[in-house]
């Protein structure tokens, strides 16, 4: 049995319905979601953004895999 990755563009748009359907994986995603932080204050972060957070003590910001 194989796995697959699946990634759904479906934030930033102004209802469900409008999400887009096609999303390149090699452009910026569309929208954010908001983040909760230890230090009590909550952000909205562009998903491409993700990757540049420190989710622990040893991750090291990147940029977003796939994004040129």
């Known amino acids: 049995m194989t796995s697959a990755e699946v990634t759904l563009a479906r ?8 999400a887009p359907r096609n999303a390149s994986v090699t452009g ?3 929208g954010s979601i908001n ?3 230890i230090d009590n204050h909550v952000q909205a972060v562009k998903l491409d953004n993700l990757w540049q957070l420190y989710w622990n ?3 090291q910001p990147v ?3 796939g994004l040129h």
Not at 11 to 18: D, F, L, N, Y
């Open 11 to 18: 934030h930033g748009g102004k209802a469900p319905g409008a």
């Open 35 to 37: 983040v909760g932080f």
């Open 28 to 30: 910026p995603f569309p």
């Open 63 to 65: 940029k977003r895999p």
């Open 57 to 59: 003590a040893t991750w």
